[in-house]
């Protein structure tokens, strides 16, 4: 397991693994919901927005990608990291439809989930080394 992230209710869990797959699994039991190749690199952090069905990921490329967990398709995907993802978040309130992500060499991106842009940007110029 590279990753992982717990829906706001404790009923399931979306996993990424080693294999570049995402599983959505029940909590209850168990049983794997879906399961689809969200990046073509691992996974390094996941995030599950207020609705319980949205899963963002980061890659260890510096790709985001937003996920519908109940349908397995992916609905964004986000560009502009240069380093790994080391964050990913999206805004608590469900009607603030934003995700925020950040990269190993300090840049944080706030990303309009309607437009598909980054809004916001901030690099804090911490030294990545690679």
């Not at 979306?14 to 797959?21: E, F, G, N, V």
């Not at 999206?90 to 925020?100: K, M, V, Y």
């Not at 901030?122 to 990545?128: G, K």
Request: net charge neutral; aromatic share 12%; hydrophobic share 40%.
């Amino acid at each position: 397991m590279t990753s992982f992230a717990v829906d706001s209710t404790a009923k399931r869990i979306a996993i990424a693994s080693r294999s570049l797959q995402v599983r959505i699994v029940k909590l209850a039991d168990g049983t794997v919901e879906r399961s689809f190749r969200a990046l073509n690199v691992p996974v390094v952090v996941m995030d599950i927005d207020a609705s319980d069905t949205l899963v963002a990921v980061g890659g260890s490329d510096g790709s985001v990608r937003i996920w519908d967990m109940d349908k397995g398709y992916a609905t964004h995907n986000f560009k502009g990291h240069k380093t790994p993802i080391t964050c990913v978040k999206f805004h608590p309130d469900q009607n603030h439809w934003t995700l925020f992500s950040a990269s190993a060499d300090g840049d944080v991106r706030s990303w309009d989930i309607m437009t598909s842009k980054y809004v916001f940007f901030f690099f804090s110029s911490v030294e990545y080394v690679g």
